[in-house]
């Protein structure tokens, strides 16, 4: 008779397989290159064009932030590519017929599949901030990096688990591929977006509860910008994410929605 030690060294072992077998299927596919060229395409542009037709900002932290923009951007494609199939990949072609009857409990398969996809999308992050940290040693030199950069750091990996953790939902939660991933990318892209906006300078309410909104502190750790000009009517006030609250409501996405993929995962049945 097995014991509990036996149980959890056995569901970790199956764990690590599953996680070796998502990551071999993701590094088979164009995916992965499309998604790395970009993690070193983007941060480019911001160093070849001032190279060529302008000057590069005063500081390190004014280039990093402007370089870092796009990041969340990077993140929400990469986890949309890697996150958005996963689950509802194996009921559309059919798969997990083959899958979900192994003796592999399914609780460990879908928290293997879902650690990796969120393993080549934090390698993605990982080289975008790589190439903008070498760019600030060649523009300002080695001094230039400061805590800001692993602050920032710090942040975009926590958001890409709650990035990650989003798609994964919506992947659990659709039949077709396509539609899982595009739903994903669209939700973190567009919908939470366009409603954050909505309540911040229509209701000028502050959605510290919206992830898309903690995300900026991706950029917000290096120069905060209180309020603009408003025109005629005055100014109009820009709320800014507390640092801690944010990575707080990352980590509730991370986990409720995780939870709520891998519970729904569960309870769906092949057809």
Do not use: C
Not at 6 to 16: G, K, M, Q, R, V
């Amino acid at each position: 008779m097995k014991s509990i030690r036996d149980d959890i060294a056995e569901d970790l072992y199956n764990t690590w397989l599953t996680i070796s077998f998502e990551l071999k299927n993701h590094f088979r596919r164009k995916r992965v290159i499309i998604s790395f060229s970009l993690a070193v395409i983007l941060p480019l542009i911001f160093y070849v064009v001032p190279k060529i037709w302008a000057e590069f900002p005063d500081s390190a932290d004014e280039f990093a932030s402007l370089s870092l923009s796009f990041v969340n951007l990077l993140i929400i494609i990469a986890g949309s590519l890697f996150a958005g199939d996963v689950i509802s990949g194996e009921f559309e072609e059919k798969t997990g017929l083959l899958l979900f009857p192994t003796p592999q409990r399914h609780m460990t398969i879908f928290i293997g599949k879902y650690i990796g996809a969120l393993i080549p999308t934090m390698m993605v992050v990982s080289i975008y901030y790589l190439t903008t940290s070498v760019e600030v040693i060649g523009i300002y030199g080695t001094g230039a990096l400061n805590h800001n950069m692993a602050k920032s750091f710090l942040v975009a990996l926590v958001y890409t688990t709650s990035a990650v953790s989003v798609v994964f939902f919506f992947s659990s939660l659709l039949q077709r591929k396509i539609t899982s991933m595009l739903l994903g990318f669209f939700s973190l892209m567009m919908i939470l977006p366009v409603i954050s906006n909505v309540l911040q300078f229509i209701v000028e309410v502050e959605p510290w509860y919206i992830v898309t909104y903690s995300a900026g502190l991706i950029t917000d750790v290096f120069a905060v910008t209180m309020t603009i000009g408003g025109g005629p009517g005055g100014q109009f006030l820009l709320f800014t994410p507390d640092f801690h609250l944010g990575l707080v409501v990352m980590v509730v996405y991370t986990l409720v929605f995780l939870f709520l993929g891998i519970l729904i995962s569960i309870k769906r049945r092949m057809r």
